[in-house]
């Protein structure tokens, strides 16, 4: 009773409360969780950082294996996170179950899967995705520990999106703050004190993603508000599996062309050197803790649209769409002037005794900083068209700055522009992701409103 009772008061307040208020509410608690993220991933590389500029570049290396991981665990967990919120919408908690531990099983076994084989292939991986000869010794440590972790680290992403899908953006946000504030307490004990190099790094954080996945684990098991994930529950099926992974597409594919991206982009600045990749890797991990407040706000949005759509209220869908494009495009933009003048300074927190990894992360950071604010309309667009269930074209819009734009753009540039191809090549991205997310949300956006008046005429 007392679960069924919470459940009903959650779905009167995703279809009720005023956006304006609800919004904010259940984005406060992501925005943290990602902000704690981004930091943790930023300690690694600051601590990394000080073994050397090979060391440094090996973090960057090893993140596009890390998005891979990230690729699969988000994929599941969106798709069940959008199943699961919609299905609340139209009151179906036992669906919703089902869809929970669906997704959180088959993660776990595709984990295993991926740290056995991954361990197995250790030198032709991290050689795969870029590492120099100086940079692969460095990556190869660093990558062991990462694999072993990945189920633990899948299965987190997974359960992360479930509670938010619920709204319970409170009780994620507790697992991945303990975990990222665990990250950067062990980060320097296991690099410096215990002498482990880049796999102390990649211990801490394999270390503090296994509390995360403690503390995510109960909270989804204790809490009378949650969707329990049970083995009872665990019904797998084509049609099941089908409806998750079609939703959830669009977050695999972003996620998985990411790091083709990131592998383009390290192989595109090896031509220039070991301090080439360092300063990108440095930019990139920078850049996500400036996208994180914003993604965090676009996750407080997700359920809320999602939920909306099941029940319905197109009107809220696109109410809730309006107030997020606005609030991320200011968000961004002052973080964005606020963050472009000081580049350089920031650039050599991370490497201060090296003049060609500033000289190059400064500029890379800068050029990314001026297109900054109008990614807040690109991801909104793709946020929106992934909780509705539009699955085919929010899968473009994912994949479109990296896999339409950013890798043509590093394999072309260069030849014509040298270095400053690879800095601008992910401005370039941005901007032409912005044009096709304007013509492709331009249709959507008139579905919506259609539907909304036809709801209206039938009520």
Not at 123 to 128: E, G
Not at 327 to 334: P, T
Not at 427 to 445: E, G, Y
Request: aromatic residues 10%; charged residues 10%; contains cysteine.
């Amino acid at each position: 009773m007392k679960r069924a009772k919470t459940q009903e008061e959650k779905y009167r307040q995703m279809t009720e409360m005023p956006v304006s208020k609800l919004i904010p509410g259940l984005a406060v608690p992501t925005i943290i969780s990602m902000l704690i993220s981004s930091v943790y991933n930023m300690a690694d590389t600051f601590f990394v950082s000080q073994l050397g500029t090979s060391a440094s570049g090996a973090v960057g290396v090893i993140f596009s294996a890390m998005a891979i991981i990230q690729a699969i665990g988000f994929g599941f967990g969106q798709g069940a996170g959008i199943f699961i919120s919609q299905s609340l919408g139209n009151r179906n908690t036992e669906k919703a179950g089902e869809a929970a531990a669906a997704s959180f099983f088959a993660v776990m076994i595709i984990g295993v899967f991926i740290g056995v084989v991954g361990n197995i292939f250790l030198n032709p991986l991290v050689m795969l995705l870029g590492a120099t000869p100086t940079i692969a010794p460095y990556a190869e440590d660093y990558a062991m520990y990462i694999l072993i972790a990945s189920p633990f680290m899948m299965s987190s992403f997974v359960m992360n999106n479930i509670l938010r899908a619920q709204g319970n953006a409170v009780y994620a946000m507790v697992g991945i703050t303990v975990g990222g504030v665990l990250n950067m307490v062990l980060d320097p004990l296991f690099i410096f004190t215990f002498g482990m190099g880049t796999a102390g790094a990649a211990v801490a954080t394999g270390l503090s993603q296994f509390i995360s996945f403690c503390i995510l684990l109960a909270q989804c098991n204790l809490q009378a508000d949650c969707i329990s994930i049970r083995l009872k529950n665990f019904k797998p099926s084509l049609k099941m599996y089908g409806t998750i992974i079609h939703a959830g597409l669009p977050s695999f594919c972003r996620q998985s062309i990411a790091s083709l991206g990131t592998i383009t982009l390290n192989f595109a600045a090896g031509a220039y050197g070991d301090a080439a990749i360092a300063a990108m890797s440095i930019v990139s991990r920078f850049m996500m803790f400036i996208n994180s407040a914003m993604l965090g706000f676009g996750q407080g949005f997700q359920p809320v649209c999602g939920f909306n759509f099941g029940a319905r209220r197109y009107d809220r869908v696109l109410e809730a769409f309006w107030f997020c494009v606005k609030v991320s495009v200011v968000m961004l933009a002052v973080l964005a002037v606020a963050c472009f003048i000081p580049a350089e300074g920031i650039i050599t927190l991370f490497r201060r005794n090296d003049p060609d990894v500033i000289e190059i992360g400064t500029r890379a950071l800068r050029c990314q900083l001026l297109v900054a604010p109008a990614m807040g309309w690109s991801i909104m667009t793709n946020m929106m068209t992934q909780s509705i269930g539009y699955g085919f074209r929010a899968s473009v819009l994912a994949v479109s700055r990296q896999g339409l734009f950013l890798i043509p753009a590093l394999l072309l540039l260069p030849e014509f522009l040298g270095l400053w191809g690879v800095l601008v090549a992910q401005p370039v991205a941005d901007v032409l992701t912005v044009l096709l997310s304007t013509v492709i949300v331009a249709q959507i956006l008139r579905e919506l409103k259609a539907l909304d008046q036809r709801e209206r005429a039938v009520s």
